[in-house]
């Protein structure tokens, strides 16, 4: 049965920790009610386990789908079935139990299905990509499913077919080769080590990368030349370990953040001539201060399902 709030606090949703009252939130629990709410054309943003979202801090007169509740997935051999709400982590250890490889990267990831396959999610060379076979998603405009597989996906850096359409992924076919679990175990274990050594943990508030990295280069790796490490905005502070994140450390507001952001964005413009784009995703209404802000830096404000 879908549960259905109106004047939701949404904070608690994310992990920045950050967010006001949103007008309406459903959370479906089955594929099937997803689609009947889409069907509905009462709601403007699906949202899955909102790790790659920063909420405005004022209210929000939109209504939300988040779809983190639909997480059924299933193996058959080397094939794996996976709904859009699943969390990255959750399929990493089950597939070292089955002795499957392709999804060693996601045991640090904090997204859903639906999200990383909207942005190609990937590190340490693995990508979504990689195993992908096909998905269902739901065509806003036409108000039907539609199976897309791999080669139509036209998947890239952060980037697929999804990313800028008015599709909203259901479910998913991936591919996955056998290995042996000791393989496997080792190189999750370096992935979990690689990110204690430079990401921050969810103890703060954080929403993962914040900027895209530009081609041939590292987004942090410019932030850093700028001395962007301990940069502050209130109660939000960019991370001493590694640049290109930003920590929710003293009850940050959504006002906080994008202000850093504006800063770290015009300081690598003035120094390197280069625009970082956003990696997360902003929700919020137009004409505050921060939107105006996050205008200038990008414009792909979109339905999404991070």
Not at 60 to 83: A, M, P, R, V, Y
Request: charged share 25%; aromatic share 10%; net charge neutral.
């Amino acid at each position: 049965m879908v549960e259905i709030y109106n004047n939701y606090e949404i904070k608690n949703e994310s992990t920045f920790r950050i967010g006001g009252i949103v007008k309406k939130v459903a959370f479906p629990e089955t594929v099937e009610e997803l689609i009947e709410l889409l069907k509905s054309d009462e709601y403007d943003i699906v949202l899955g386990n909102c790790s790659n979202v920063l909420f405005s801090s004022d209210y929000i007169d939109k209504s939300i789908i988040i779809t983190k509740n639909i997480n059924n997935f299933s193996f058959q051999g080397t094939k794996l079935h996976i709904e859009c709400g699943v969390k990255g982590p959750i399929i990493s250890k089950e597939c070292q139990k089955r002795c499957l490889s392709g999804f060693e990267f996601l045991i640090g990831f904090p997204g859903s299905f639906g999200g990383m396959i909207c942005m190609n999610a990937s590190a340490h060379n693995q990508y979504i990509s990689d195993t992908f076979v096909s998905a269902r998603v739901f065509d806003l405009n036409k108000k039907e499913i539609k199976t897309i597989n791999k080669n139509e996906m036209e998947f890239s850096y952060r980037k697929s077919k999804i990313s800028n359409s008015k599709y909203i992924v259901l479910d998913a076919e991936f591919a996955l080769k056998e290995g042996t679990n000791e393989q496997i175990e080792e190189i999750m274990k370096r992935n979990i080590d690689f990110r204690k050594q430079h990401q921050p943990s969810l103890s703060y508030g954080n929403a993962g990368s914040i900027f895209k990295n530009p081609e041939n280069d590292s987004a942090g790796r410019l932030l850093d030349l700028c001395k962007m490490k301990g940069e502050k905005s209130g109660g939000a502070i960019v991370f001493e370990n590694h640049a290109n994140f930003i920590l929710n450390y003293n009850n940050a507001t959504s006002e906080d953040v994008i202000t850093l952001m504006y800063k770290m964005y015009s300081t690598v413009k003035e120094k390197y001539t280069i625009e970082l784009q956003p990696e997360i995703k902003y929700i919020g209404d137009k004409g505050t201060k921060e939107y105006k802000l996050w205008e200038t830096m990008t414009e792909n404000i979109l339905m999404t399902q991070k």
